[in-house]
């Protein structure tokens, strides 16, 4: 069973915050990485290996799937992959037909009813689909059950704020910034210490899940080992949520001691930092592991894209701490802040996607 975390899904249902209209910076890294998926699916896995000579269930889980679209598109891609292979190695020797499962993974209180009521019309046709509800810092599967896992921007989000940082007599307060931005080594080294332990419980759970042979897709976010959150473009932009917050402290809206009990958990690694928590756990080979620029960073983002992809993936979390009647207004005051201070996307500094498969040993 997984274990409890805390859990703050993406704006549900299918309105114009949803989630589900506001992921295309996400599926820009999915489909910029998707050929070499493809190609090491093609050319490297093991079909009669990964599959028991009688089963003919080929299973991929997604996890941290939210609501859709994203999802959809990455396990159909992966399927599209294993029917290829499976055509191809059909014709050398006899194998049986395959069935597919997807298993959509994500917290309890994610919108799996949006997820399954958009479920692409040929679904049905293409695989069984399962709602797997849980933490995926902590098993949510039987053991050995999986072929194929993928993830993509999910362990961004850690399963708790870590300690400390919201303690005012803490020397790893955050103060009045909301998330790690990097600028108090006491709070980095605080996150730092929640994301290894989170990664260790990740990648254990996920190694129990996987057949031997089986592959661990993952892409998201790092930096490069010189540089800051709050040199970045995304670290500027929670920043300036930080901000708006204060100034609606001062006009009453909220109130500067919330704002002191909080910080996100939400944390982006530094590049070694990521290859060393995946070395650390020791079950997987890593097969793959690249990084890239954004597809999208050669693009100015309007100030509208970026205020709609924030709120749909903060506002659960604002909601939850601040109380619902902050949202509206805070991204609002995001809106204004960005159009009087526009980003400088030539100046940041800049993350990296990447990009990892690992194999079960
Ligand atoms: C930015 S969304 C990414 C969604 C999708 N994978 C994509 O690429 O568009 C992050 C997702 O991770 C999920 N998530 C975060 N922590 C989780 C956890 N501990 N267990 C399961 N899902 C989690 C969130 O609920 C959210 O749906």
Redesign the pocket.
Known sequence: MSTS?Q?Y??SGGDDQHSYIHN?SY??AV?DGVEEKARQYILEKIDLLYLMKPDHSTFTIA?????IGP??FHAVQSIIDTVKLKHMKESQEISLVPLKFQVCF???AN?DFNTLFRTLPPSFDQEYFSVGVPG???GRVLPRNSIHIGH????TH?L?KVPEHVCDKKSLAWNKTFIHCNNLIEEVTQAYKVQFTKDMSVFLKARAEELVPGGLMIALGECFPDDVAMYETWSGIVVDTIGDCLLDMATSGVTTLEKIELFSMPVYFPQYSELKRAIEQNGSFTIEMMETTRHPLEAMQLTNDFITSMFRA?LSTMIEKHFGDAVVDELFDQLAKKLLKHPIDFEKCKKKMVYYIILKRK
């Open positions: 975390s859990s899904p993406m992921s996400q599926k999915i997604d996890y941290g799937c939210s994203n999802t993974n994500d917290q994610n933490s995926f810092y993830t993509s921007y999910t989000w399963s993936f």
